[in-house]
């Protein structure tokens, strides 16, 4: 049975299986130490049996005064415990502490040739608020799509864009 728990200092070394997949963003040390710093409660991971990390969440909120919002930075599950819907029970996990948080959205940002992942977040509620170009920077540089979902502290905040071409 998969157990999700908070993330650890200790987990750092133990989390690199969940980021051999191309299309997941590698940080340095200190990006990683400075989120679960900041924002503990919202590093999270799912564990086999054996104690494996088998997938995490990165999230943190921003915003100032009354304006608050969610943000997934990462989202991540290892290849061979994909198509189980960890990613799904993740980010419902981020999504409730960014509700008590009393925030007005959760934003996220998808590379525009990820389909798998822009379809599991389209599944959930997200849609594409705009779409950044040459977001992620590399070989080839590539847009983004901004994705949100509103959440139940103002609906009508966030209008979805019909055309994302």
């Given at each position: ?22 299309l ?18 919202l ?17 943190k ?50 590379r ?27 070989d ?13 502290c ?12």
């Open positions: 049975m998969t157990a999700f728990r908070p993330f650890t200092c200790d987990d750092l070394f133990k989390f690199n299986n969940v980021n051999f997949d191309p997941t963003e590698t940080y340095n040390l200190t990006f990683y130490t400075q989120y679960l710093a900041k924002w503990p409660e590093f999270y991971l799912a564990e086999s049996p054996n104690e494996h990390i088998i997938g995490y969440i990165i999230g909120v921003e915003g100032e005064d009354d304006n608050w919002h969610g943000h997934v930075t990462t989202l991540s599950i290892s290849p061979d415990y994909r198509r189980l819907g960890l990613a799904a029970l993740l980010m419902k996990f981020l999504e409730n502490l960014t509700e008590k948080k009393h925030a007005y959205f959760v934003d996220l940002f998808v525009k040739s990820n389909k798998l992942a822009f379809d599991i977040y389209t599944k959930m509620g997200y849609f594409v608020f705009r779409t950044i170009r040459d977001y992620y920077r590399g080839q540089d590539e847009d983004a799509y901004d994705m949100r979902k509103a959440l139940s103002d609906k009508s905040l966030i209008q979805p864009v019909r055309d994302h071409n």
